[in-house]
């Protein structure tokens, strides 16, 4: 497991940066934590460190799916957000499948929600808010 500590708000381009490194040749993240740890400001911060023009990205809770493509290296990047999905068969419907075997990079928030089609080599990163407001993300394959 690889443990990134993000301080505050400016902390986030370097976390963003050090997360880029840390990416190999996985594809499909999934990314947890509580309503309002920050998964989406990272995902977004994230996009940027990929290449991603900084005015793109928003959040996909209402789209479910975000398609991002990065400046730098063309590359598409899909951010989803399944908080509202209501159930496997609903996100199933969406072509998550197609997604994860495209070899584009996936950033899934809410991943415990489709966890029956996430594929095996899914990493895991878990984001957890600390008593002083600063971030602790864990990450794992």
């Known amino acids: 497991m690889k443990?990134?500590?993000?301080?505050?708000l400016e902390a986030l381009p370097a976390a963003a940066k050090e997360f880029v490194e840390l990416m190999g040749d996985n594809t499909?993240?999934?990314?947890?934590?509580?309503?309002?740890?920050?998964?989406?400001?990272?995902?977004?911060?994230?996009?940027?460190?990929l290449g991603v023009d900084t005015d793109d990205t928003a959040s996909p809770t209402f789209a479910l799916i975000n398609e991002y493509r990065s400046?730098?290296?063309?590359?598409?990047?899909?951010?989803?957000?399944?908080?509202?999905?209501?159930?496997?068969?609903?996100?199933l419907e969406l072509g998550i499948e197609d997604y994860f075997d495209s070899g584009a990079v996936c950033l899934i928030e809410w991943p415990e929600r489709i966890a029956a089609a996430l594929p095996a080599d899914t990493v895991s990163v878990r984001i957890r808010v600390n008593d002083d407001d600063s971030r602790t993300m864990e990450i794992s394959e």
């Open 71 to 91: 400046d730098t290296t063309a590359e598409l990047i899909y951010h989803f957000d399944f908080y509202r999905i209501e159930d496997l068969d609903e996100a």
């Open 3 to 8: 443990t990134i500590e993000i301080a505050s």
């Open 28 to 49: 499909v993240f999934a990314f947890y934590g509580d309503m309002g740890a920050g998964k989406t400001t990272f995902i977004n911060e994230l996009c940027r460190a």
